[in-house]
């Protein structure tokens, strides 16, 4: 299917084709596009293209894929308008994926609200409460989104490495491989 980035983003009566279209966006093809329009304030879909781009980047990170994409797109959004607030966010999280180091409670909790909510996403979630707590065994953090399905983040205390899990939260085992 042919999809006019340009035209859908500049037209603001233009409705994705499907309720689960906007997934198609998540390619780093469209990173560009993104952070082009996330950085125009002309654009009318300048703030739902900055918020794709931070899901995405979530989406990226949970698994590791296409690290250099983002930093590529965060580097040209860097200092852009809506595109420079997720490029700064971009970039905090990719350090997190370097590990850190030794994370205490505060770095615990802006960890798990940028890898579980973000900084564009933080007024559609402000009703959603965010925990951070020791887990089992106690050697990490677990930060937990309230929602009726799990969303969870698993941080080594020591490392910073860190493991997203959805739907489920991980057995003690999972848990301490996360290193």
């Known amino acids: 299917m042919e999809f006019d980035f340009d035209r859908w983003a500049y037209d603001p009566a233009a409705d994705l084709p ?10 780093v093809s469209f ?7 996330a950085a125009d304030p002309a654009c009318p879909k300048q703030r739902y293209c900055a918020m794709v781009l931070e899901e995405y980047t979530r989406r990226l990170l949970s698994g590791g894929m296409e690290l250099d994409a983002i930093r590529a797109a965060a580097t040209r959004g860097r200092g852009r308008e809506l595109a420079g607030e997720w490029a700064a966010y971009a970039e905090r999280v ?3 994926h370097d590990r850190p180091g030794p994370v205490n409670r505060a770095k615990a909790e802006q960890m798990a609200h940028d890898l579980l909510v973000g900084d564009l996403h933080r007024h559609a979630m402000r009703g959603v409460p965010l925990t951070v707590a020791l887990a089992d065994p ?3 953090w677990v930060g937990e989104l309230g929602l009726p399905y799990p969303h969870l ?7 910073g490495a860190f493991r997203p899990a959805f739907l489920r939260p991980l057995p003690p085992a999972e848990i301490a491989a996360v290193r």
């Open 18 to 27: 499907d309720q689960d279209f906007d997934l198609m966006l998540h390619d």
């Open 31 to 37: 990173l560009p596009f993104l952070v082009d329009t």
């Open 94 to 96: 990719l350090d997190y």
């Open 138 to 140: 106690d050697s990490h």
């Open 153 to 159: 983040v698993y941080i080594h205390r020591d490392t």
